[in-house]
């Protein structure tokens, strides 16, 4: 396997027929046009790739795109992934409409560096023409990404130049920051083909993380899957391909009608494809005509080309040269993250009508136009500090993982975490109770674990607020119940499992609730009865007392205090439901209990009309009183007789029933 290089890619922009591809091949060795009809035409119809080695040693990569306005569609393709670009203009023409157009482009994705190479210039013997034609190029540049940016004088026929061409690429890719890997990699599709014996083969270049050979892999939007079996930078073998290398990816598993330009390759879960995602865009100047709401745009992004309808958010339309919020709702998913940069372009007559920057790759609906609220939480998150974009993206989030949470803002983690441990210090992001596999609950301590659950403050002062709202709701509706079931809670927050039991950990931690288990209650709620229920109460206590071990039913408990009161002697604990027939007090149970595990100790088995004879009852309350033994694991019937558990399995019994007798 070939060795692992920092790598960076350059991209060709200009004119067409101003010499991008042969400077290239000069430049490398490498034809770019690999199509026979290209090099019958002489003239670049898709992308080409090459690569060369820098005098500085590194292995930079070439995507070389066309130059004519029919094919500027499959020039965006390529642009996407580029660190810098070699901006060609010919010396015989000088600036012409696809050499603005291109200029646009690269300024609206904010390619961030570049080298201006004036070609041809064999063909010109007037130096003054060449400083002319260097002035004009100077002019152009005024106020875009290239205003800057070195200009070297070369001939791809003759050689001239064409070392300081190098030199000066080196130089610039120097400057250029080590591409940041988020562990996330995305390979938007650029060409997709298929080898004999092989399968199916993609390229690209590779985004926010690496790939290794074996790895699982997804094709988005589709979610077809496979598996690593090759990669290559370059032609070159590679157990591992980094962020920001040329990269080709040989996927087992998959056929080439699974795959196509402008789909991207990534890893399971790594990415969610949105059909609606909001916006800032800059429409060009000079543009045919405004754009209004509602129109039907081309959308580019990485290597994908997408039909999507546009949605003003702030004004009627956009002039010329304006610039505005905008929702974007496609026709099928796409994959985009926040600070993507795109293009886009009118569909008929065929132009490139401006370009942004993606704000939230996954809002949550669509957006109410003209919404003040909505307009400034967008500010924040296209302008804010890390702060500021975690603390709204967690509002757009709600409850969920820290690492979701850095995922969905697109910070990286070193800058995501101080963040998030400010907005927590703060008490504007609230941390979850978690539980680790023990069972104990873990405190946080230093900066938040990526599985830490967080939400913002708001969002969890509303739930609260429902919470307890819910609660107390509850406690008004069924004053004589000692609390309102989970599950019946969870059901009114419509929460996840998870979410919500961490949410209940957390308000039950703060005193706000406390969790008896299976029911909730507010901590000063207590079950009062009033004087008449109390008389009521003292009068079928009476009744029990009058014939203790054949007390009143069920039924005649209920017609004469109602279902509700008879619920709360139950749940008290005064009452002890042994059947859905019959009931005992709470002491009576308990001499009955400890009655049979007596008679037990004097004999090994005992029969139901022992019971009953013991206590002087009749079967159905002896019969009852077994049979909850024996689902109580106190006795296990024996054919006709029970008799008393062991020790061992009689210990955790023991003290649950100990409780209940002595209640």
Same mark, same amino acid.
């Given at each position: 396997?070939?060795? !692992?290089?920092?790598?960076?890619?350059?991209?060709?922009?200009?004119?067409?027929?101003?010499?991008?591809?042969?400077?290239?091949?000069?430049?490398?060795?490498?034809?770019?046009?690999?199509?026979?009809?290209?090099?019958?035409?002489?003239?670049?119809?898709?992308?080409?790739?090459?690569? @060369?080695?820098?005098?500085?040693?590194?292995?930079?990569? #070439?995507?070389?795109?066309?130059?004519?306005?029919?094919?500027?569609? /499959?020039? @965006?393709?390529?642009?996407?992934? !580029?660190?810098?670009?070699?901006?060609?203009? =010919?010396?015989?023409?000088?600036?012409?409409?696809?050499?603005?157009?291109?200029? =646009?482009?690269?300024?609206?994705?904010?390619?961030?560096?570049?080298?201006?190479? *004036?070609?041809?210039?064999?063909? !010109?013997?007037?130096?003054?023409?060449?400083?002319?034609?260097?002035?004009?190029?100077?002019?152009?540049?005024?106020?875009?990404?290239?205003?800057?940016?070195?200009?070297?004088?070369?001939?791809?026929?003759?050689?001239?130049?064409?070392?300081?061409?190098?030199?000066?690429?080196?130089?610039?890719?120097?400057?250029?920051?080590?591409?940041?890997?988020?562990?996330?990699?995305?390979?938007?599709?650029?060409? =997709?083909?298929?080898?004999?014996?092989?399968?199916?083969?993609?390229?690209?270049?590779?985004?926010?993380?690496?790939?290794?050979?074996?790895?699982?892999?997804? #094709?988005?939007?589709?979610?077809?899957?496979?598996?690593?079996?090759?990669?290559?930078?370059?032609? /070159?073998? $590679?157990?591992?391909?980094?962020?920001?290398?040329?990269?080709?990816? /040989?996927?087992?598993?998959?056929?080439?009608?699974?795959?196509?330009?402008?789909?991207?390759?990534?890893?399971?879960?790594?990415?969610?494809?949105?059909?609606?995602?909001?916006?800032?865009?800059?429409?060009?100047?000079?543009?045919?005509?405004? #754009?209004?709401?509602?129109?039907? #745009?081309?959308?580019?992004?990485?290597?994908?080309? +997408?039909?999507?309808?546009?949605?003003?958010?702030?004004?009627?339309?956009?002039?010329?040269?304006?610039?505005?919020?905008?929702?974007?709702?496609?026709?099928?998913?796409?994959?985009?993250?926040?600070?993507?940069?795109?293009?886009?372009?009118?569909?008929?007559?065929?132009?490139?009508?401006?370009?942004?920057?993606?704000?939230?790759?996954?809002?949550?609906?669509?957006?109410?136009?003209?919404?003040?609220?909505?307009?400034?939480?967008?500010?924040?998150?296209?302008?804010?500090?890390?702060?500021?974009?975690?603390?709204?993206?967690?509002?757009?989030?709600?409850?969920?993982?820290?690492?979701?949470?850095?995922?969905?803002?697109?910070? !990286?983690?070193?800058?995501? +975490?101080?963040?998030? =441990?400010?907005?927590?210090?703060?008490?504007?992001?609230?941390?979850?109770?978690?539980?680790?596999?023990?069972?104990?609950?873990?405190?946080?301590?230093?900066?938040?674990?990526?599985?830490?659950?967080?939400?913002?403050?708001?969002?969890?002062?509303?739930?609260?607020?429902?919470?307890?709202?819910?609660?107390?709701?509850?406690?008004?509706?069924?004053?004589?119940?000692?609390?309102?079931?989970?599950?019946?809670?969870?059901?009114?927050?419509?929460?996840?499992?998870?979410?919500?039991?961490?949410?209940?950990?957390?308000?039950?931690?703060?005193?706000?609730?406390?969790?008896?288990?299976?029911?909730?209650? *507010?901590?000063?709620?207590?079950?009062?009865?009033?004087?008449?229920?109390?008389?009521?109460?003292?009068?079928?206590?009476?009744?029990?007392?009058?014939?203790?071990?054949?007390?009143?039913?069920?039924? %005649?408990?209920?017609?004469?205090?109602?279902?509700?009161?008879?619920?709360? @002697?139950?749940?008290?604990?005064?009452?002890?439901? $042994?059947?859905?027939?019959?009931?005992?007090?709470?002491?009576?149970?308990?001499?009955?209990?400890?009655?049979?595990?007596?008679?037990?100790?004097?004999?090994?088995?005992?029969?139901?009309?022992?019971?009953? %004879?013991?206590?002087?009852?009749?079967?159905?309350?002896?019969?009852?009183?077994?049979?909850?033994?024996?689902?109580?694991?106190?006795?296990?019937?024996?054919?006709?007789?029970?008799?008393?558990?062991?020790?061992?399995?009689?210990?955790?019994?023991?003290?649950?029933?100990?409780?209940?007798? /002595?209640?």
């Amino acid at each position: 396997m070939g060795d !692992i290089y920092l790598m960076h890619v350059i991209g060709t922009a200009g004119h067409v027929d101003h010499g991008k591809s042969t400077l290239v091949s000069a430049l490398t060795g490498i034809n770019p046009d690999r199509l026979k009809e290209e090099q019958a035409r002489e003239m670049t119809i898709d992308l080409g790739f090459a690569w @060369l080695n820098l005098p500085g040693g590194e292995l930079v990569g #070439i995507v070389d795109v066309p130059g004519h306005q029919d094919f500027i569609e /499959n020039m @965006l393709a390529g642009v996407g992934g !580029i660190d810098a670009v070699l901006f060609v203009i =010919a010396a015989d023409e000088g600036i012409m409409p696809q050499t603005r157009e291109h200029l =646009a482009i690269l300024d609206l994705l904010q390619i961030k560096d570049g080298v201006i190479a *004036l070609t041809k210039i064999d063909s !010109i013997e007037d130096t003054e023409w060449l400083d002319m034609v260097e002035m004009d190029i100077r002019q152009a540049m005024r106020g875009t990404i290239l205003a800057n940016a070195p200009l070297v004088r070369v001939s791809a026929r003759t050689g001239a130049g064409l070392d300081v061409l190098k030199q000066t690429l080196s130089e610039r890719l120097a400057k250029q920051p080590e591409r940041a890997n988020l562990g996330r990699p995305r390979l938007p599709v650029d060409r =997709a083909f298929s080898i004999h014996g092989f399968g199916a083969v993609v390229t690209g270049t590779l985004l926010d993380g690496e790939f290794h050979l074996g790895d699982e892999v997804v #094709i988005f939007p589709s979610d077809g899957r496979g598996r690593i079996r090759g990669l290559q930078t370059h032609k /070159n073998k $590679v157990e591992k391909a980094i962020p920001g290398s040329r990269t080709a990816i /040989n996927i087992a598993g998959i056929d080439l009608s699974q795959v196509k330009r402008g789909d991207v390759i990534s890893l399971p879960n790594s990415y969610q494809p949105t059909g609606r995602l909001d916006a800032y865009i800059r429409v060009l100047p000079g543009i045919l005509a405004p #754009i209004q709401h509602g129109s039907d #745009i081309k959308f580019f992004i990485g290597a994908s080309e +997408q039909m999507a309808r546009l949605r003003l958010l702030d004004s009627e339309l956009l002039q010329p040269g304006q610039e505005g919020w905008v929702q974007l709702e496609f026709s099928h998913p796409v994959v985009a993250v926040k600070g993507d940069r795109f293009i886009l372009r009118r569909p008929s007559p065929g132009e490139t009508i401006g370009g942004g920057v993606v704000v939230e790759p996954h809002p949550k609906r669509r957006h109410k136009r003209f919404s003040r609220e909505v307009l400034d939480n967008l500010q924040v998150l296209k302008e804010g500090s890390p702060e500021d974009i975690l603390f709204k993206t967690s509002l757009s989030l709600g409850a969920g993982t820290a690492r979701a949470l850095f995922k969905q803002a697109g910070l !990286i983690l070193d800058v995501a +975490q101080p963040a998030l =441990a400010r907005l927590i210090a703060r008490e504007q992001i609230i941390v979850l109770p978690d539980q680790n596999p023990s069972g104990k609950e873990r405190e946080p301590v230093g900066d938040v674990s990526g599985d830490w659950l967080v939400l913002g403050r708001p969002d969890w002062d509303e739930w609260r607020r429902k919470l307890v709202g819910e609660l107390n709701t509850y406690h008004l509706d069924h004053p004589l119940k000692k609390g309102m079931p989970k599950e019946a809670m969870k059901s009114r927050l419509k929460l996840s499992g998870l979410v919500f039991h961490a949410l209940i950990q957390k308000a039950s931690g703060d005193g706000l609730i406390i969790d008896e288990g299976i029911t909730l209650k *507010l901590p000063d709620f207590k079950i009062f009865l009033s004087v008449k229920q109390q008389e009521g109460v003292q009068r079928l206590m009476a009744k029990f007392a009058q014939e203790p071990y054949s007390p009143p039913l069920h039924k %005649d408990c209920v017609a004469e205090l109602g279902d509700d009161l008879v619920d709360s @002697l139950v749940d008290s604990g005064q009452l002890i439901a $042994v059947s859905p027939e019959v009931v005992f007090r709470a002491g009576d149970f308990g001499v009955m209990v400890d009655g049979v595990k007596q008679l037990l100790q004097e004999q090994p088995l005992l029969t139901l009309a022992q019971v009953r %004879d013991r206590f002087c009852t009749s079967r159905r309350y002896a019969q009852a009183l077994l049979e909850y033994l024996d689902q109580a694991g106190i006795t296990v019937r024996d054919g006709d007789s029970h008799r008393l558990k062991s020790k061992t399995d009689l210990q955790p019994h023991n003290r649950k029933m100990g409780s209940s007798a /002595n209640g």
